[in-house]
Protein backbone atom coordinates (compact mmCIF):
# COMPACT_ATOMS: atom_id res chain seq x y z
CA UNK A 1 0.00 0.00 0.00
CA UNK A 2 1.63 3.10 -1.38
CA UNK A 3 -0.99 5.46 1.03
CA UNK A 4 -4.35 6.00 2.39
CA UNK A 5 -5.81 7.30 -0.97
CA UNK A 6 -5.02 3.91 -2.94
CA UNK A 7 -8.36 3.21 -1.25
CA UNK A 8 -10.44 5.74 -2.30
CA UNK A 9 -12.20 5.38 -5.80
CA UNK A 10 -11.35 8.91 -7.30
CA UNK A 11 -8.36 11.16 -5.54
CA UNK A 12 -9.40 14.93 -5.67
CA UNK A 13 -7.27 16.73 -7.80
CA UNK A 14 -6.06 19.08 -4.96
CA UNK A 15 -4.55 16.11 -3.24
CA UNK A 16 -0.76 15.27 -4.07
CA UNK A 17 0.41 12.01 -3.73
CA UNK A 18 4.16 10.88 -3.13
CA UNK A 19 5.33 7.64 -2.73
CA UNK A 20 8.00 9.51 -0.08
CA UNK A 21 6.82 8.67 3.45
CA UNK A 22 8.27 12.42 4.43
CA UNK A 23 6.26 14.12 1.80
CA UNK A 24 3.45 12.38 2.91
CA UNK A 25 3.41 12.91 6.50
CA UNK A 26 4.11 16.98 6.09
CA UNK A 27 2.25 18.92 8.16
CA UNK A 28 0.98 15.84 10.58
CA UNK A 29 1.69 16.46 14.40
CA UNK A 30 4.33 14.72 15.89
CA UNK A 31 3.66 11.37 17.86
CA UNK A 32 5.81 10.35 20.94
CA UNK A 33 5.43 7.34 22.67
CA UNK A 34 7.13 7.71 25.90
CA UNK A 35 8.29 4.21 27.44
CA UNK A 36 7.39 3.22 30.34
CA UNK A 37 9.55 1.75 33.06
CA UNK A 38 8.93 -0.23 36.14
CA UNK A 39 8.88 1.79 39.24
CA UNK A 40 11.17 -0.90 40.99
CA UNK A 41 12.85 -4.63 39.97
CA UNK A 42 13.69 -6.90 41.86
CA UNK A 43 15.28 -10.24 41.41
CA UNK A 44 13.97 -13.68 43.49
CA UNK A 45 15.90 -16.67 43.09
CA UNK A 46 14.58 -20.36 44.61
CA UNK A 47 16.30 -23.20 45.12
CA UNK A 48 13.69 -25.49 43.79
CA UNK A 49 10.35 -26.38 41.95
CA UNK A 50 8.60 -26.72 45.06
CA UNK A 51 9.48 -23.04 46.17
CA UNK A 52 9.01 -22.01 42.81
CA UNK A 53 5.52 -22.61 42.46
CA UNK A 54 5.03 -21.64 46.40
CA UNK A 55 5.78 -18.22 45.12
CA UNK A 56 3.41 -18.49 42.40
CA UNK A 57 0.99 -19.59 44.29
CA UNK A 58 1.22 -16.47 46.64
CA UNK A 59 1.25 -14.17 44.03
CA UNK A 60 -1.99 -15.78 41.95
CA UNK A 61 0.99 -15.70 38.66
CA UNK A 62 1.72 -18.74 36.59
CA UNK A 63 5.78 -19.25 36.87
CA UNK A 64 7.85 -21.58 35.31
CA UNK A 65 11.90 -21.93 35.68
CA UNK A 66 11.64 -20.44 31.98
CA UNK A 67 9.66 -17.16 33.35
CA UNK A 68 11.96 -14.23 33.22
CA UNK A 69 10.42 -11.57 34.21
CA UNK A 70 6.37 -11.12 35.51
CA UNK A 71 4.52 -7.75 36.52
CA UNK A 72 2.64 -7.41 39.39
CA UNK A 73 -0.15 -7.17 39.97
CA UNK A 74 -0.37 -9.06 36.39
CA UNK A 75 -0.24 -7.24 33.54
CA UNK A 76 -3.60 -6.84 30.94
CA UNK A 77 -2.01 -7.46 28.01
CA UNK A 78 -4.99 -7.12 25.48
CA UNK A 79 -7.55 -4.53 27.70
CA UNK A 80 -6.72 -1.93 24.52
CA UNK A 81 -6.04 -4.53 21.74
CA UNK A 82 -9.57 -3.97 20.25
CA UNK A 83 -9.48 -0.07 20.61
CA UNK A 84 -9.23 1.46 17.02
CA UNK A 85 -9.28 5.17 16.18
CA UNK A 86 -11.64 5.48 12.97
CA UNK A 87 -11.96 8.88 10.95
CA UNK A 88 -15.42 8.18 8.97
Do not use: C
Amino acid sequence: MNNLLDFMDEVPPEIETSNDPVVEWKNMPEFVSEKVEAYSKIIVRFDNEEDLQEFAKMIGQKLTNKTKSIWHPQLDRGSNAGLRYVDK
